[in-house]
């Protein structure tokens, strides 16, 4: 008879702290890296911006613009401290905050590498073939 207060979840421990496989490819880092981000604005317009990451996998990241962009758009985010480009596609835009917009980039080819973490989560090791 389970205690008054006391949680009644009849799960092990270790299957209740699971995490849902199909709502995340790769666990998330809190990362903030110096980017410079360029492409089209939502009026075709060139833009380039400085910014940082907020957070990074290794698919992509969630980022801060300025510029007027949307979901399906291609953009290019330079890492400056490792000299790397990747091509990135806008896969989610968010709220207005401080005149910028936070927004999820996902890389148009994986490159689990690109943020240059010493210890990456386990699952951004991509498997050999």
Known sequence: MPLMGAPTNTLPDKQALQLDPGR???????????????????????????????VVNA???????????????????????????????IVYVGNPAAGKMQMGVEFVEPCPCFWQIDFPPDDWVVPEN
Do not use: P, W, Y
């Open 24 to 54: 995340r490819r790769s666990m998330r880092v809190l990362l903030s890296v110096l980017i410079h981000v360029s492409g089209k604005t939502k009026d075709e317009e060139k833009f380039e911006e400085e910014t940082r990451t907020l």
């Open 59 to 89: 698919h992509g990241a969630l980022i801060s613009l300025a510029a007027k962009v949307v979901a399906g758009q291609q953009i290019q985010v330079h890492n400056r401290t490792t000299r790397r480009s990747m091509d990135c596609r």
